[in-house]
């Protein structure tokens, strides 16, 4: 037989297991994914809302490649060719306006997503803008590491080859 207070005990355990479910049931609602088209270079919808934690599935329907880019920091998606899809996942609210990151400006969209808002950190003193470091000589086609002021022999040995081969066709048209 049980015991009043082993009974009080079980009802207490089930009461709160059964108001913990419920409560997290309720506290955590299951993430949508919702569907964005790009075709005729445009986003449809142009403007979409959605909530913290839910996810958007970008679809290419056209035959050149598109993307999506915010316009400020907040996300970007690879490069998609026609009939490809990738998705993102919003875990910040805000509003966030993008672009088509092959095409610019003239395709535009906006993604609202709910919640409070988060604190932003307060950006650091100095020039605005994206920091690249630039490390690859093929990244700076306009700089050579070689220093300008010595030619190389090569470069000379081929100069005069081309000098005499010019003077010896000249020397044939004229004597002949």
């Not at 609210?93 to 988060?118: E, K, L």
């Not at 022999?153 to 081929?158: C, F, P, V």
Request: hydrophobic content about 45%; charged content about 15%.
């Amino acid at each position: 037989m049980i015991g009043p207070r082993a009974l009080r005990l079980a009802l207490g355990a089930g009461f709160l297991f059964a108001l913990g479910t419920s409560v997290s049931a309720q506290a955590a609602p299951e993430a949508t994914t919702v569907d964005v088209t790009i075709q005729n270079f445009a986003f449809s919808p142009a403007t979409i809302t959605v909530d913290k934690g839910d996810t958007i599935r970008w679809t290419n329907l056209d035959s050149a490649p598109h993307g999506a880019v915010t316009v400020q920091p907040g996300f970007v998606t690879q490069i998609l060719g026609q009939g490809q899809s990738t998705t993102t996942t919003f875990d910040r609210p805000g509003t966030f306006d993008y672009i088509c990151n092959v095409h610019g400006a003239t395709m535009r969209g906006t993604v609202v997503v709910r919640g409070a808002p988060v604190a932003e950190t307060a950006a650091p003193a100095g020039p605005l803008g994206h920091v690249v470091v630039d490390t690859f000589a093929e990244a700076r086609p306009d700089r050579s590491d070689t220093p300008a002021a010595a030619p190389s022999l090569l470069l000379g040995a081929s100069l005069a080859l081309a000098l005499v081969v010019v003077a010896r066709f000249v020397w044939v048209l004229r004597n002949t």
